[in-house]
């Protein structure tokens, strides 16, 4: 039985009026709420003004709409209701509410800048019983069908059939004041028609690192989903973390995330794969239409021009992973968003020393999921997106997808070149900037030094510290690297290389570098402290995280105060990440 929780109210609906005959242009979203978590007391004159005054930053939850009906009004939708694992066909989504958490339910973290500056609403929201309700899933809008999404993949390698949100349920989508779409996913809110063997929870520790995670992604200028709440429960989730047969009990935790879209290749894929051509040319266009405005719907190239973009953007995304040191950890077709966005979090990781044999997952023992593996993995998911295509391109444009892909490499590689010469304050192109980058790396890995502060102190550095190899303590990463037999020939080219940075100075230079190479980023070692102190209910150092993460390119007190700017201490080297999550 679907728990509807309904408080519809004339109030609502008057007050609703009210404000779109007035002022608030941007309001035409709230033509009918039936939101369900409306306070008890509303003054419906005090609450026109601000709505007004706050741009529609909500004090509450009134007036405040998620919607699936576009979803669900586009895409078939499966025809059976009840909530049990099975082979789903013909459908895009599968209708299916949330199961609460049993007991006591408490909010570990919020993003103050999620809430307020995509969700429009003001961060006192989250204080209140109503957002509790919302983020647990223990409500649920009576307009919103909550849906879980069928949707398949490659795995390691393989063809694994049907996936789907095991245990996320997209909650709404949320048209913002500047028009933006946002879809609202709850992620281990229970069982779906996909679960498969799983039993639709998310434990605290792989919670905590999603909710870390990709806001740090986001504060780092990478393309990612977002994570607006973090809430844990003392319902008993079992996991064998380790895959070695000892099973222990943790606790069920649900991430609220939002992204634009979470559509996956697989997405396409399951669809190419069962004929369901139709659908398949629905869900592209769909797609196609809200998140690719510059393709034109009725161009009979769409797909392939499509394709071409989503091509473009995952070099770039790629190579960004790349420049701050990123292994996303399961680069399965089914993680792969069709936005190019990094989505997912699992057990990804920030490599500490730089390493292309890093891999954050430990059982991945082919290491298919490297970091210096995940430029071939984008081009291994492209072709499977590709050949989901293949039965909508007539011949020609398959001969034209097929040289877009070939094309992949250099796109990476070009996106790659970029970001690590500005990595290291280049200006303007020399032919030999891609031997500098791949020498210095190279200095790198022979000494495992740390990959973000090598390069963050090559930025703060002094240049005739850096001329005369004279290192200081503090500097303890290059320090490392200057270890390297070569690497007063490293700088000896650098430094020439510099000099052809017409109009460039030391502190310009400097300004520039300390802008894009961050000082801090959520290292395995970080995350594991804050997680075993979230377990005994003290959620301080995940919010710290978040703080400090919010301004990774800013030295803090804190931070330097936490270490987080150190060499990882020793026990570093011991984390594995669970796979379990
Ligand atoms: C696409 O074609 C339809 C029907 O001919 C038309 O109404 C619509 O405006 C066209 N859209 C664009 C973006 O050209
Ligand atoms: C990635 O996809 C796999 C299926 O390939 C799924 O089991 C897993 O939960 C996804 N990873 C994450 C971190 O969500
Ligand atoms: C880690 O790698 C192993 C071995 O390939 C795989 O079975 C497991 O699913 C991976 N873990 C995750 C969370 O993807």
């Not at 099975?86 to 958490?101: G, H, K, M």
């Not at 993680?335 to 997912?344: A, E, G, P, R, V």
């Not at 240049?463 to 270890?483: C, G, N």
Request: proline letters at 4%; one cysteine or more; glycine letters at 6%.
């Amino acid at each position: 039985m679907p728990r509807h929780y309904v408080v519809p109210s004339l109030i609502t609906w008057l007050m609703l009026l009210v404000c779109q005959s007035g002022c608030c242009l941007l309001d035409s979203i709230t033509a009918a709420s039936n939101f369900s978590l409306v306070p008890n007391y509303i003054n419906t004159s005090n609450l026109h003004q601000d709505y007004c005054e706050r741009k529609r930053k909500l004090p509450n939850f009134v007036g405040w709409r998620l919607s699936t009906e576009k979803l669900t009004a586009t895409l078939p939708i499966d025809n059976i209701q009840e909530n049990y694992v099975r082979e789903v066909q013909n459908s895009i989504f599968s209708v299916v509410y949330p199961t609460p958490l049993k007991s006591r339910v408490l909010l570990v973290a919020v993003s103050k800048e999620v809430l307020e500056d995509i969700l429009d609403l003001d961060f006192s929201v989250s204080e209140t019983e109503e957002f509790l309700h919302l983020v647990s899933g223990t409500k649920i809008l009576l307009e919103s069908l909550p849906l879980a999404h069928r949707y398949g993949g490659h795995q390691f390698g393989s063809w694994a059939g049907q996936l789907g949100d095991g245990r996320a349920h997209l909650i709404g989508v949320y048209t913002n004041r500047f028009g933006d779409r946002w879809e609202l996913q709850l992620k281990g809110s229970g069982r779906t028609p996909y679960s498969r063997n799983g039993d639709g929870r998310a434990v605290l520790h792989s919670s905590v690192r999603e909710f870390l995670g990709s806001e740090a992604m986001h504060f780092l200028g990478i393309p990612t989903s977002r994570a607006a709440s973090l809430v844990v429960s003392d319902d008993d989730v079992w996991r064998d973390r380790f895959y070695n047969g000892n099973i222990k009990k943790e606790r069920g935790a649900i991430v609220l995330r939002i992204a634009k879209s979470w559509f996956r290749v697989g997405s396409l894929e399951i669809l190419a794969f069962s004929g369901e051509l139709e659908l398949l040319r629905t869900l592209l266009d769909l797609v196609i239409s809200e998140h690719f405005p510059s393709i034109n719907v009725n161009d009979s190239n769409r797909y392939l021009i499509f394709f071409s973009e989503v091509v473009s953007e995952t070099a770039h995304l790629i190579a960004l992973w790349m420049s701050v040191g990123f292994a996303h950890g399961v680069c399965n077709t089914d993680n792969f968003s069709l936005l190019s966005i990094t989505i997912d979090y699992g057990p990804f990781g920030f490599m500490d020393s730089y390493d292309p044999d890093f891999v954050p997952n430990t059982s991945d023992d082919e290491r298919r999921y490297k970091i210096g593996n995940q430029a071939n993995v984008g081009m291994f998911n492209l072709n499977k997106l590709f050949q989901a295509l293949n039965p909508l391109l007539d011949i020609r444009q398959k001969q034209l997808a097929s040289q877009i892909l070939e094309g992949y490499p250099e796109q990476y590689y070009k996106h790659f070149t970029e970001l690590f010469k500005a990595k290291l304050g280049l200006l303007g192109d020399s032919e030999d900037d891609g031997y500098l980058i791949a020498f210095l790396l190279k200095l790198m890995e022979d000494t495992k030094a740390d990959f973000t502060m090598t390069f963050r102190q090559l930025s703060e550095i002094s240049q005739d510290q850096l001329k005369e190899l004279s290192i200081p303590q503090e500097f303890w990463a290059l320090q490392d690297v200057a270890k390297h037999k070569f690497f007063a020939n490293w700088v000896a080219m650098y430094l020439l290389r510099l000099k052809r940075n017409t109009g460039d100075s030391y502190s310009e230079r400097s300004r520039r570098m300390i802008g894009i190479n961050p000082r801090y980023v959520l290292r395995n070692w970080m995350a594991e402290s804050a997680v075993q102190k979230a377990e005994r209910n003290d959620f301080s150092e995940v919010r710290l995280l978040q703080q400090v993460l919010q301004h990774p390119f800013q030295m803090q007190t804190v931070a330097e105060r936490a270490g987080y700017a150190q060499r990882p201490p020793a026990w570093a080297k011991e984390i594995k990440v669970s796979c379990s999550s």
